[in-house]
Protein backbone atom coordinates (compact mmCIF):
# COMPACT_ATOMS: atom_id res chain seq x y z
CA UNK A 1 0.00 0.00 0.00
CA UNK A 2 2.76 2.32 0.78
CA UNK A 3 4.91 1.47 -2.59
CA UNK A 4 1.61 2.57 -4.31
CA UNK A 5 0.88 5.51 -2.62
CA UNK A 6 4.80 6.65 -3.08
CA UNK A 7 3.98 6.26 -7.11
CA UNK A 8 1.60 8.11 -6.70
CA UNK A 9 3.18 10.97 -5.75
CA UNK A 10 5.93 10.55 -7.70
CA UNK A 11 3.25 10.32 -10.88
CA UNK A 12 1.77 13.72 -9.32
CA UNK A 13 4.61 15.47 -9.18
CA UNK A 14 5.91 14.53 -12.47
CA UNK A 15 2.50 15.62 -14.23
CA UNK A 16 2.85 19.11 -12.09
CA UNK A 17 6.31 19.78 -13.01
CA UNK A 18 5.25 19.69 -16.89
CA UNK A 19 4.84 23.43 -18.11
CA UNK A 20 1.36 24.53 -19.33
CA UNK A 21 1.22 24.52 -22.72
CA UNK A 22 -0.65 28.36 -23.42
CA UNK A 23 -1.95 29.13 -26.85
CA UNK A 24 -2.85 32.59 -27.73
CA UNK A 25 -5.99 33.53 -29.83
CA UNK A 26 -7.12 36.91 -31.13
CA UNK A 27 -6.03 39.63 -32.96
CA UNK A 28 -3.80 41.98 -33.75
CA UNK A 29 -3.78 43.08 -29.87
CA UNK A 30 -2.86 39.43 -29.46
CA UNK A 31 0.13 39.08 -32.06
CA UNK A 32 0.83 42.95 -30.37
CA UNK A 33 0.84 44.80 -33.63
CA UNK A 34 4.14 47.70 -34.06
CA UNK A 35 5.55 45.96 -31.11
CA UNK A 36 8.75 43.93 -30.48
CA UNK A 37 7.38 39.97 -30.30
CA UNK A 38 8.71 40.11 -26.55
CA UNK A 39 6.60 43.01 -24.97
CA UNK A 40 3.22 41.47 -26.83
CA UNK A 41 0.85 40.77 -23.51
CA UNK A 42 1.08 37.02 -24.06
CA UNK A 43 5.07 36.52 -23.94
CA UNK A 44 4.96 39.54 -21.00
CA UNK A 45 2.65 37.13 -19.28
CA UNK A 46 4.23 34.28 -19.71
CA UNK A 47 7.66 36.28 -18.48
CA UNK A 48 4.99 37.16 -15.53
CA UNK A 49 3.93 33.62 -14.43
CA UNK A 50 7.47 32.08 -15.07
CA UNK A 51 9.13 34.85 -12.82
CA UNK A 52 6.38 33.74 -9.95
CA UNK A 53 7.50 30.10 -10.01
CA UNK A 54 4.56 28.82 -12.25
CA UNK A 55 6.10 27.09 -15.45
CA UNK A 56 3.83 28.21 -18.45
CA UNK A 57 5.67 27.41 -22.17
CA UNK A 58 3.83 30.24 -25.28
CA UNK A 59 3.37 27.65 -27.45
CA UNK A 60 1.40 29.65 -30.34
CA UNK A 61 -0.19 32.66 -30.57
CA UNK A 62 -2.58 32.28 -33.04
CA UNK A 63 -3.54 35.70 -33.96
CA UNK A 64 -3.41 38.08 -37.19
CA UNK A 65 -4.14 41.97 -37.51
CA UNK A 66 -7.41 42.60 -38.52
CA UNK A 67 -8.59 39.25 -37.97
CA UNK A 68 -13.11 39.15 -36.79
CA UNK A 69 -14.36 35.97 -35.14
CA UNK A 70 -15.04 34.57 -37.84
CA UNK A 71 -11.53 34.48 -39.23
CA UNK A 72 -10.62 33.15 -36.11
CA UNK A 73 -13.30 30.25 -36.12
CA UNK A 74 -12.01 28.96 -39.79
CA UNK A 75 -8.32 29.74 -39.21
CA UNK A 76 -7.29 29.83 -35.84
CA UNK A 77 -9.63 27.14 -34.26
CA UNK A 78 -8.09 24.52 -36.51
CA UNK A 79 -4.77 25.31 -35.29
CA UNK A 80 -5.71 25.48 -32.04
CA UNK A 81 -7.04 21.99 -31.34
CA UNK A 82 -4.22 19.92 -33.05
CA UNK A 83 -1.93 22.54 -30.66
CA UNK A 84 -3.06 20.52 -27.35
CA UNK A 85 -3.18 23.65 -25.04
CA UNK A 86 -3.47 23.21 -21.66
CA UNK A 87 -3.82 26.99 -21.11
CA UNK A 88 -5.38 29.96 -23.43
CA UNK A 89 -6.62 33.57 -23.80
CA UNK A 90 -9.24 34.55 -26.11
CA UNK A 91 -9.42 38.41 -27.43
CA UNK A 92 -11.49 39.18 -30.15
CA UNK A 93 -13.82 41.30 -31.50
CA UNK A 94 -12.58 44.52 -32.53
CA UNK A 95 -12.36 44.10 -36.21
CA UNK A 96 -15.77 42.82 -36.04
CA UNK A 97 -17.19 46.07 -35.04
CA UNK A 98 -15.22 48.09 -37.38
CA UNK A 99 -16.47 45.65 -40.12
CA UNK A 100 -19.98 46.27 -38.88
CA UNK A 101 -20.81 43.37 -38.36
CA UNK A 102 -24.10 42.89 -36.15
CA UNK A 103 -23.92 42.36 -32.59
CA UNK A 104 -26.13 38.52 -32.79
CA UNK A 105 -23.62 37.89 -35.39
CA UNK A 106 -21.07 39.01 -32.91
CA UNK A 107 -22.60 37.27 -30.03
CA UNK A 108 -22.86 33.79 -31.84
CA UNK A 109 -19.28 33.43 -33.33
CA UNK A 110 -18.22 34.38 -29.55
CA UNK A 111 -20.55 31.55 -28.27
CA UNK A 112 -18.62 29.03 -30.84
CA UNK A 113 -15.34 29.85 -30.22
CA UNK A 114 -15.51 29.28 -26.37
CA UNK A 115 -17.56 25.97 -26.47
CA UNK A 116 -14.71 25.00 -29.17
CA UNK A 117 -12.04 26.45 -27.02
CA UNK A 118 -13.56 24.38 -23.87
CA UNK A 119 -13.72 20.90 -25.87
CA UNK A 120 -9.84 21.58 -26.63
CA UNK A 121 -8.84 22.52 -23.47
CA UNK A 122 -8.70 20.08 -19.95
CA UNK A 123 -11.40 22.54 -18.19
CA UNK A 124 -12.94 26.30 -18.12
CA UNK A 125 -9.92 26.94 -15.29
CA UNK A 126 -7.81 26.64 -18.24
CA UNK A 127 -9.11 29.46 -20.23
CA UNK A 128 -8.86 33.58 -19.84
CA UNK A 129 -11.43 35.88 -22.02
CA UNK A 130 -10.12 39.49 -22.25
CA UNK A 131 -12.88 42.14 -23.39
CA UNK A 132 -12.17 44.49 -26.29
CA UNK A 133 -10.08 47.81 -25.44
CA UNK A 134 -11.51 51.23 -26.19
CA UNK A 135 -9.40 51.72 -28.90
CA UNK A 136 -11.15 55.41 -29.33
CA UNK A 137 -8.52 56.83 -26.54
CA UNK A 138 -5.74 56.30 -29.25
CA UNK A 139 -4.66 59.20 -31.31
CA UNK A 140 -5.56 57.86 -34.77
CA UNK A 141 -9.01 55.83 -33.40
CA UNK A 142 -11.44 58.20 -34.26
CA UNK A 143 -10.29 57.58 -37.97
CA UNK A 144 -11.73 53.74 -37.91
CA UNK A 145 -14.93 54.57 -35.77
CA UNK A 146 -17.03 55.11 -39.32
CA UNK A 147 -19.14 58.14 -37.15
CA UNK A 148 -20.54 56.01 -34.98
CA UNK A 149 -19.69 56.42 -31.55
CA UNK A 150 -16.44 53.77 -30.48
CA UNK A 151 -16.87 53.76 -26.81
CA UNK A 152 -20.47 53.02 -27.05
CA UNK A 153 -20.05 49.96 -29.56
CA UNK A 154 -17.18 48.25 -27.99
CA UNK A 155 -19.19 48.24 -24.98
CA UNK A 156 -22.09 47.03 -26.16
CA UNK A 157 -19.76 44.05 -27.63
CA UNK A 158 -17.67 43.86 -24.28
CA UNK A 159 -21.38 43.41 -22.57
CA UNK A 160 -21.91 40.50 -24.87
CA UNK A 161 -18.42 38.78 -24.39
CA UNK A 162 -18.64 38.47 -20.69
CA UNK A 163 -22.32 37.38 -20.73
CA UNK A 164 -21.52 34.39 -22.81
CA UNK A 165 -17.95 33.40 -20.26
CA UNK A 166 -20.17 34.02 -17.37
CA UNK A 167 -22.82 31.70 -19.08
CA UNK A 168 -19.91 28.80 -19.03
CA UNK A 169 -17.82 29.93 -15.87
CA UNK A 170 -15.46 31.48 -17.59
CA UNK A 171 -12.56 33.66 -15.84
CA UNK A 172 -13.24 37.22 -17.43
CA UNK A 173 -10.65 40.13 -17.12
CA UNK A 174 -11.77 43.55 -18.43
CA UNK A 175 -9.24 45.96 -19.94
CA UNK A 176 -11.75 48.39 -21.54
CA UNK A 177 -11.59 51.22 -18.82
CA UNK A 178 -8.12 50.59 -18.47
CA UNK A 179 -7.53 51.26 -22.25
CA UNK A 180 -8.71 54.74 -22.08
CA UNK A 181 -5.75 55.96 -20.21
CA UNK A 182 -4.25 55.94 -23.66
CA UNK A 183 -5.69 59.04 -24.02
CA UNK A 184 -4.37 60.71 -21.39
CA UNK A 185 -0.35 59.34 -21.60
CA UNK A 186 1.03 58.82 -25.28
CA UNK A 187 3.62 56.40 -23.78
CA UNK A 188 0.76 53.97 -24.15
CA UNK A 189 0.30 53.91 -27.97
CA UNK A 190 2.77 52.83 -30.09
CA UNK A 191 4.32 54.44 -32.92
CA UNK A 192 1.27 53.97 -35.43
CA UNK A 193 -1.09 56.20 -32.80
CA UNK A 194 -3.51 53.16 -33.16
CA UNK A 195 -2.27 50.39 -31.55
CA UNK A 196 -1.44 49.75 -27.44
CA UNK A 197 2.89 50.06 -26.89
CA UNK A 198 5.04 47.81 -24.31
CA UNK A 199 3.83 49.73 -22.19
CA UNK A 200 -0.11 49.41 -22.17
CA UNK A 201 0.47 45.97 -22.77
CA UNK A 202 2.07 45.95 -19.65
CA UNK A 203 -0.67 47.43 -17.73
CA UNK A 204 -3.25 44.53 -19.33
CA UNK A 205 -0.64 41.80 -17.66
CA UNK A 206 -0.62 43.56 -14.54
CA UNK A 207 -4.50 43.40 -14.24
CA UNK A 208 -4.46 39.80 -15.91
CA UNK A 209 -2.27 38.25 -12.89
CA UNK A 210 -4.58 38.18 -9.97
CA UNK A 211 -7.21 36.27 -12.29
CA UNK A 212 -4.63 34.02 -14.10
CA UNK A 213 -2.64 32.52 -10.79
CA UNK A 214 -5.33 31.21 -9.48
CA UNK A 215 -6.50 29.32 -12.58
Known amino acids: MVKIIVMYVLLVAQVSAE ?6 MGDSYTIGHNVDVAQRFPNQLVAKLNESGLQIHLKRNIART ?14 FKTS ?4 STLLIGVN ?5 VSIEQFT ?15 NKNCLLVVTIPDFSA ?38 FNLSQGMSLNTDLVSSDGLHPSAKEYSRWVTKMLPKVKPL
Open 19 to 24: PLQYVA
Open 66 to 79: GWTTQDLIEQGLPI
Open 84 to 87: KPTF
Open 96 to 100: DWVQG
Open 108 to 122: QNIQVLLDEMLVTLP
Open 138 to 175: APQGKNYGGGRNISVGIHAFNFMIKAAAKERGIAVVDI
